[in-house]
């Protein structure tokens, strides 16, 4: 699936005659169930994402020291 879209939006790269040209794909992504529970914090979930966040901060101040 992912190559028939990315082949079809060269595709249309080659083909469009003007900018914000809009053409639709028949490809599906499936049910929508997945917005239900995008970017939930519940408390079978918070201390992990506490955990992983901590984590990204402290990634970012090693990054920030390194740059001159």
Not at 5 to 11: A, E, F, K, R
Not at 27 to 47: C, I, P, Q
Request: glycine content about 6%; aromatic content about 8%.
């Amino acid at each position: 699936m992912q190559k028939r879209i990315v082949t079809h939006g060269l595709s249309l790269l080659e083909r469009a005659a003007h900018a914000e040209t809009v053409e639709y794909s028949d490809e599906s992504w499936g049910s929508d169930d997945w917005k239900t529970a995008y970017m939930e914090v519940n408390d079978n979930n918070r201390l992990a994402l506490q955990k992983m966040g901590e984590e990204l901060r402290g990634n970012r101040q090693v990054r920030e020291k390194r740059v001159f």
